[in-house]
């Protein structure tokens, strides 16, 4: 269970922390290294001083998720992050349409990642219980928040007729996660793929324009066949001025 759900067309938070991201951060060599250092400073333990590492760090973490200003602040990621979607369907050179005069747009994944994890950060490190935990700690909680919001956005798998809402009018209809624009080690792993924008109408589209909106998603992703290594990365180059 992620951390964030999709509840009336938004990214929600849960209410509570789930272990399973804590778990694959402990698999990582900075995971097993963070815990080692905490383990260093513990007296014997009958089962390990790792072991009891491992527990003590998942119960601070959880205690300062629980806090006033963890929870506000971890309330607040989905919106950031579909707030970074929105800003980022103005970026110049991204792949586009229009249909009845509303554009589709596909939004790289590493590139809504990179301006997301600027926001998340700054925000979380607002909460004081977040911020006073050691580096790799606080970095493990900045970016699991940040990568459970968009799976929580993912797994509700949006489309146009079940879209995800976001700021000025813009929803989210769906998402692909293979198509590589830039080498995983600039995005970091996980972020491949791209988001299809849609600007909303005032009123429900018709059918045949639902139908219209579909149809142009498809041929946008069917056209990314044709872009070379080197023009998938200066799309996301220009892309990444945007303000």
Do not use: N
Request: positive net charge; charged residues 25%; hydrophobic residues 45%.
């Amino acid at each position: 269970m992620s951390w964030y759900k999709v509840s009336d067309g938004r990214v929600v938070y849960r209410g509570a922390l789930t272990r399973e991201p804590y778990g694959a951060w402990l698999a990582t060599r900075g995971g097993g290294q963070a815990i080692d250092a905490v383990a260093g400073g513990l007296g014997f333990r009958l089962f390990g001083r790792a072991r009891a590492a491992r527990s003590l760090v998942w119960k601070e973490i959880v205690a300062a998720s629980r806090t006033d200003e963890g929870r506000a602040a971890l309330k607040e990621v989905g919106d950031l992050y579909l707030r970074t979607l929105a800003l980022l369907a103005y970026a110049p050179g991204l792949p586009r349409a229009v249909v009845a005069l509303r554009r589709v747009i596909l939004v790289p994944r590493a590139l809504v990642a990179a301006r997301a994890r600027t926001a998340v950060t700054a925000r979380l490190a607002q909460c004081r219980a977040f911020a006073e935990r050691p580096g790799p700690q606080r970095d493990f909680i900045f970016e699991a928040a940040l990568a459970e919001a968009d799976a929580a956005a993912r797994a509700a798998r949006p489309s146009i007729d079940r879209p995800i809402r976001c700021p000025d009018g813009w929803v989210a209809i769906g998402a692909d996660t293979r198509f590589a624009w830039v080498d995983q080690f600039w995005s970091g792993a996980g972020w491949s793929g791209h988001w299809f924008l849609y600007e909303y109408p005032r009123e429900a589209p018709s059918r045949s324009d639902r139908k219209a909106v579909q149809k142009a998603a498809d041929e946008l992703q069917h056209a990314l066949d044709t872009l070379s290594r080197e023009r998938r990365q200066a799309v996301v180059q220009l892309a990444a001025t945007c303000p």
